[in-house]
């Protein structure tokens, strides 16, 4: 009885053993990187990712990619978790807005040492503006990826069905509303209103400031007074252009009904389907409505031009970052992993897949991206294009405005109340600081 | 051995080393329970409840409690949550109720019956709010065309965006979420009543009013008790339904507590003040299922 529990006790050893090793045994000497993107959730550029993995892959068959796809709203609070658990994905990529708050978080590890030892040019071929915003108290914390500028997207073939010349997209904010109104019709004869001339994600999603911020800044308008202290959603110039964008939807009545339920991805389904003739987009617009519907022959008929200009030419710029965990155990593979990401031959494909804008300068000067049509506008509008604030408050600042627009929109509050609750919002917010 | 017996060599056997260990043999048992418990329960609640009392230089305090009762829109979410509570879990025991007194009694095709009314449970939580969402899309939602083809409405409502409709659209669907659970809860309570009190009722000329009155629902109160304090207490914390349908839209007219203390800790990043939100979220839970504490203590 007791022999046999002893074999049985050195058998479950062995066993526990085995288990315990088999995987470093099977593994060699392969490192494994977790990665983790939004865009491996998507179609176009999910495929994209996953072609490059390979690629890299096969160049270094020491280094393993394990990709983690996770949902563009939820990304934030997935990172933040498992940074304070040491256990955030090797390599991830954020937009611009949320990096600021990683990087005082010390949820992203210092690049410069990295980049230092490639050599002095290294950094040459980036555009300077995308590496300064990345860097955080005089340190590189995020490799640039996408930057692009937020540009006019419509629909030349619904244009001309409305007389309108699909040549002379709106310049200004009084013609996009003319265009837009004229733009809004019922198609098939059966009294209702079927196509709509613009449409925006007015839910409250990460995505919306974006399309948002050009036509509050071409208004002459802010959030914030310049020092950064002060609300300056009381102005003349804000009210102007909140009124604005209220009315389009309750005035105007140019955009669908439910707009404030809507988000990125239900505005680009309305674009494939032909409801609406208007929004505002960036490189990713194409591909993406291309994919939903493929029959709408997207790179003939969609069209790209400057965002209408108020008292100023301004829109809005999307920068991505690539950022190496802190935590990471394997810090060489995981740069190794963000360079070839972010190199001329990687950031290329990604334009020929999914039309993003690269912010190195050698890949935007290739002819490919300056004979396309989409490219070259939303490259061309690089030079009046700003970034939304890097601040640690801005999500709550945003969520105080876009409180406000639903409010107005919906009916909820008169907009001059709902922009001023949202003006002392704001002013209780950065008293707080 | 052989040939001997085993009292004879002093072997106790290895029941009564057992028996003689059991105390701690007991302990070690529990151990990984208590170990998870405390890993996932309490280390979590402690984190909060330090975080909800740390200032910005590292002091304690209760100024996020100050901030907290002094929000406006803390009053306004937590007014909110109760009417949606409220009329979830009404709603959820009306409906839960009348379901299981069908599936009960002679029903054709019961356990189909029973399989179809289980599905809404089974859903999970934020796909049955995509689902719901889309429903009641103004511009493809199946609902707007099915009221339209009746000729009942002549545009399409605007369910997830007005003011008024949102709440109850809301509603809607986190009934249609969650009356299974009541459902199964009040059946289980209905198949141990005792037929015979039934019979002796009738046989004293009760009918089926009279019945339900003075036999059934006496016989589901402790039962009907349970189902009321577990619905409530997840009904508090409803997350996924409310996030996937209308993410506290329009504005903040159908934020709850637990959207709030999302969007404060993981959107805004206010760690300290959403933790204090959470643990005021708490001590109300907790006040809400006393009862339900109360009467299982009674039972023990």
Known sequence: MRRSGGRLAAVAVVAALVWTLAPAIRAGEVVTLRFSNWHLVETVWGRSLREAIRIFESRNPGIRIVPEPISYGEKEARYQAECAARRMPDVVKLHNFSLAMFFELGCAADLTPFVQKEGADFLKSWYEFPIKSLTYKGRLMAMPGDYMSMVLIYNRELFRAAGLDPNRPPRTWEEFRDYARRLTRDTDGDGRVDQWGFSMPASKNPGLPLRILPMVWSFGADFLTPDGRRSAMNTPEFREAFRFIVELATVDRVTPPGVTTFGPQDVRIQMAHRRIAMKIGSGWTYPIVNAINPQLNAAEVLEAAPVPAGRRRITAAWLSGWIMSPHTAHPEAAWRFIKFLTSKETEKKFFEDNRVISSRKDVNLLPLVKMDKFSRVIVQELQHARLEPQLKEWPEIFDAFATALQEAITGAKPWERALLDAHTRVEGILARR | MHGVSRAATGWIGPRRALRLREPAVGYLFVAPAVVLLIAVLVYPALTTLRLSVTLPGGQLGVQHYGQLLSDPLFWQVVRQTAAFVVASVSAHLLLGLGAALAVAGTVPARGLFRVVALLPWVVPDVVAGIVWKWILNPLYGVLNDLLMAGRLVDQPLEWLTHPSLAPLSLILANVWRG?????????????????????????????????????????????????????????????????????????????????????????????????????????????????????????E
Do not use: H
């Open chain 2, 179 to 299: 009356f299974p659970f009541v459902m199964v809860i009040l059946l289980a309570g209905l198949q141990s009543i005792p037929q015979d009190l039934y019979e002796a009722a009738s046989l004293d000329g009760a009918g089926s009013w009279a019945r339900f009155r003075f036999v059934t629902l006496p016989g589901l109160r402790k039962v009907l008790v349970v189902a009321l304090a577990l619905d409530t207490i997840w009904e508090v914390r409803r997350f996924g339904l409310v996030q996937a349908m209308t993410g506290g839209g329009p504005g903040t007219l159908t934020e709850v507590l637990s959207t709030q203390v999302f969007k404060q800790y993981f959107q805004f990043y206010r760690f300290e003040y959403a933790s204090a939100m959470a643990v005021a979220m708490t001590v109300l839970l907790l006040a809400v299922s006393l009862p339900y504490v109360r009467m299982i203590m009674q039972e």
